[in-house]
Structures are given as C-alpha cells and as structure tokens.
C-alpha cells in the first residue's frame, strides 16, 4: 500500500494544494501527524479536507489548544494570538472534529504515526540525541512523526544511529529503501511552516510493501499565503517568515 504521510499543515491551504498536485496518483491512502491548524489564515478549509480525506490522524498539540483542550499559556505570544483568531474561526462542526482526535501514536498497516515523541506527544525530536531516547520503547519498525517542522529522520541499525537528510535546495527528493532490521523515526517535515531554512512545502511518500520511502519538496506561492495572513489581522511574522523557511 502506497501512503502520502504529511504533518504540520497549519491552516494553509495553498501549501495543501501544492502537496496534493505534486504527489497526485503516487498513493492510495493519505496518513497526518497531526496540526492541522494554528498559525494559517485557513483553518476550515484544511480540516474539511482533512474530515474528507484523511486515513488516519491524529491530534497535535495546536489541534488542542484551538478547539480548547489546551491552555495557551505555554505558547509564546504570537501562538498565543494566532490560536485566538483560529478559535474564533472555526466552525463548531470542525471544533468537535478536532476535540475527537485520538492521541499519538496510533498504528496503521505496521508502522506508527505520532506527533511528538511516541512517548510523550509534545516533546520534541529534533536531534539524534533526543531519538536515542526513544528507539528502545517503539513499537513499531517505522515509526512517522512531527511537531519539529524539520524533514528527515533517524535510524537505529546494527547497535549504531544514523541520520536521514532531507533534499538539498537543488534537489526535488531524496529516496531510500527502509532495511527491515532497522528501526525509522522519520519526520514527513512541514506543510504548512517548514523551519529547516528551506520554505517548499515538505512532505513524504511510503510504500509499505516495497519498503521505498521518499521524502520530497515542492515550492507554492508563499506570497499569497502572507497577504492573507495580513488582511486577516495575524500577526505579520507569521507570512513574513514563511517565504525563508524559519
């Protein structure tokens, strides 16, 4: 079975789009790591997509608090803010959608999908310090993940780690044979706010029985994104950082 893993949408469609028409005909299911909203200027949007679309999800930790789970005194102020505008935005259908979002991880056809660490959801893997933490307690061979908004990933094989690169800027993707005797942490990256200095949407394809993963990079019109950001009274940093990946 073949899978479009993505994560970290964040409210923005044009990056959306862009992944979709990209990857079109290249799988047969769609698997999210969670965030959907916070930070964009199009909330509803992206979760009716995601209601209508998506295999499996789950939760992330700005799906919480923008449907209230959450209190946002652990984001910093311009979250902060941009939770509070997403709150008032979305409709109560696509609020009760997002409170019913099971928590990571989850399994689907053998391999694992998180948002966070897999064993603590908002707790960050952004280093192979932090993944050798973790590789002794997966349950699965494969395990997706996001939060960190950095494409790429980590591998425990023979006693010894590795790292998995994303796509150099000249680059469209980078492919890899997964080794079954192994064990991933991979990071699908952002699709809504990449933060690896690179502002193309990220995302990844997997095919599960021939083990191919391919992480890849795809540019959308990040102007756009910004000008609606700004008409709709976000914070201005929101769409300013996007165009530099940060």
Known sequence: MRYLLISDLHGNYEALEAVLLDSRGQYDHIVCCGDLVGYGPDPNRVVEWARANLLAVIRGNHDRACCGLDDL???????????????????????GWLRSLPRGPIRVNGFSVA?????????YIASAADAANVFDYLESGV????????QGGFVRIDGHREIITKPRRDEYAVRLRLDPDAVYLINPGSIGQPRDADPRAAYALYDSDTRVLALHRVPYDCEAVRRKIVAEGLPPALGQRLGFGR
């Open 73 to 95: 005194e652990w984001f910093n102020p311009i979250a902060q803010e941009a939770s509070r505008w997403t709150i008032s935005r979305l409709t109560e259908e696509n609020l």
């Open 115 to 123: 948002h966070g660490s897999p064993l603590d959801e908002d707790e």
């Open 143 to 150: 395990t997706f993940f996001g939060h960190t908004h950095l």
